[in-house]
């Protein structure tokens, strides 16, 4: 998301073509009580207003416009009609930033002729001339203006209706929230008070890209973390921020994968978002005080252990047994074993959706928000914290790559002789340089770092079979345990797991020596940093 200068000043989005909201879901009963909760009631600024929104989206039979993520409608509202064009919004902390610019039409037919400014997409004649309905939506909306002591004014708009688009409906059950005025920190610190009188969720998807995505239902895509652009003349402060920033986008824009579970990516990209997160919070030690730090931090490892055992049967069952299972095709004691492992999976999952649905994960990413936005670090930093956070990143940068590469050499020293659990360390360290090169590396004008990086990957890839194959271990004997004890005939499985450890166990000598020669490949590139 891009803001001015620095966050904590106040900005008019409105005054900007933008619109910068915070979207949250919430039941019909939780609907009904929000008008009557204290922190709305004390700072309305007049009385809600209701009104009937019908709203028609425009695009071509190839959605021309929906894949340039552009979004044109048409909305009535009594009887006005307005045009409103809209881009696909960044989503950073958790806000969506975009741009809007609106127009008054004479009726409810597309004019894509009065855009101002119009994106490339809109000044293709074959586009305009194909333009018709493909989403509507109609809503009932109670917006209260708020305004708070120190002059932020937020519009509260719950939304309550239906998408239809393809023959197909979606419910919609929302509030928004949309910064007329203030820091965009304000719009957390409402929800939360929100959140002390009602369950909330995170919000979904926008109104069009959930009607859009009615037209064609699939799994929902697994979103990779996007390059975090920094410039050398950055303090630190300002790159944390906007690390810090990235790492929650990457937690936010994998919830639907995560929550429909058909495709295991989802739950390995939310975690490393989450460790993105940790490793920049371990990187900027020096600059981060205070306790909600601390809080933040602790709730992070929560979440994370809570993603875990998820993953854990997503890698058993794609890495672990997928090889010995092709070449045993028909074995019905890996069948066995596979099936257990479906059963914890599938249960796994069920705690993840769960978690997905609770106040304390709604909580914890509204505090993040919070945090980020008013740079909560900086509550209770001393001197040598302040100076730090003002100080130039690349002169950080620097210091942090040169720390961590000499303790990930120091971690690997004769690593022939390393136990499972040392290894297991390397591991930690290897991703820890990676996600630091990756945050880091666009700041400096020496070597390129791509064979540096390139080196840590392929050490990571041969620590992470290790790491699987010892966790796999683990959960066979956990499995195996677990259906014992809950009347499960295990004969089967127990010998599915031999053949697994057998497999696994020649798999494991070859993958050492490959490890070994990745090392000293590692040792032999240049730093790129100095």
Not at 263 to 284: K, N, Y
Not at 350 to 368: E, G, N
Not at 447 to 460: E, I, T, V
């Amino acid at each position: 998301m891009t803001f001015p200068e620095s966050s904590a000043e106040t900005s008019d989005a409105a005054d900007e073509g933008r619109e910068v909201e915070l979207k949250l879901g919430l039941s019909e009963d939780a609907a009904g009580k929000l008008g009557e909760l204290p922190v709305v009631r004390e700072r309305m600024t007049g009385p809600p207003e209701t009104t009937r929104l019908e709203t028609v989206y425009f695009d071509t039979p190839k959605l021309d416009l929906f894949r340039a993520g552009v979004f044109l409608r048409v909305r009535r509202k009594g009887d006005r009609c307005i045009q409103a064009l809209k881009t696909r919004g960044t989503v950073m902390s958790g806000i969506e930033d975009r741009r809007e610019t609106e127009i008054a039409l004479p009726s409810a037919q597309v004019r894509p002729d009065l855009v101002t400014d119009p994106p490339k997409v809109l000044l293709r004649k074959k586009v305009c001339k194909h333009l018709s309905p493909v989403v509507t939506t109609s809503i009932s909306r109670t917006t209260w203006l708020l305004d708070d002591d120190a002059g932020a004014r937020i519009e509260l708009a719950l939304d309550k209706g239906r998408i239809e688009a393809g023959g197909r409906t979606a419910p919609i059950s929302e509030i928004e929230l949309e910064l007329r005025r203030g820091s965009p920190a304000c719009l957390f610190e409402f929800s939360l008070d929100l959140l002390e009188g009602l369950p909330l969720l995170p919000g979904d998807a926008s109104k069009a890209v959930r009607g859009f995505n009615l037209l064609a239902p699939s799994a929902p895509a697994p979103v990779r973390s996007d390059a975090v652009s920094l410039a050398p003349a950055m303090s630190s402060d300002d790159a944390f921020q906007t690390i810090a920033r990235s790492c929650v986008g990457q937690i936010l824009a994998n919830q639907p994968a995560v929550a429909d579970g058909r495709d295991p990516e989802g739950v390995h990209q939310m975690r490393v978002g989450v460790r993105r997160l940790r490793s920049a919070m371990a990187l900027f030690s020096p600059i981060l005080a205070g306790v909600e730090t601390e809080s933040i931090a602790a709730e992070l490892r929560w979440f994370l252990g809570r993603l875990g055992p998820a993953r854990d049967m997503d890698v058993f069952l794609a890495e672990i047994l997928a090889a010995p299972r092709g070449y045993f095709a028909d074995d019905a004691a890996l069948a066995a074993l596979a099936d257990l492992a479906e059963r914890r999976k599938a249960a796994e999952y069920r705690r993840v959706r769960m978690v997905l649905k609770s106040q304390r994960y709604t909580r914890l990413l509204l505090r993040l928000g919070r945090w980020i936005e008013r740079r909560g670090w900086r509550e209770g930093a001393d001197t040598s914290a302040a100076r730090v956070g003002s100080g130039n990143i690349a002169l950080h940068a620097a210091k942090m790559l040169a720390k961590r590469h000499k303790r990930l050499r120091n971690a690997g020293r004769k690593i022939e002789r390393l136990p499972a659990e040392d290894l297991h360390r390397l591991r930690i360290h290897v991703k820890k340089q990676r996600y630091a090169v990756e945050f880091f590396s666009g700041l400096f004008e020496g070597p390129d770092s791509g064979p540096y990086l390139r080196a840590l990957k392929s050490l990571q890839n041969s620590l992470g079979y290790l790491n699987d194959a010892a966790v796999a271990e683990r959960l066979v004997d956990e499995l195996i345990t677990h259906a014992a004890n809950a009347g499960v005939k295990t004969r089967q499985a127990r010998i599915g797991g031999a053949v697994l450890r057998g497999w696994h166990g020649c798999e494991v000598a070859s993958h050492r020596e490959s490890l070994f020669k990745s090392w000293r490949q590692f040792g032999q590139h240049k730093i790129f940093w100095k």
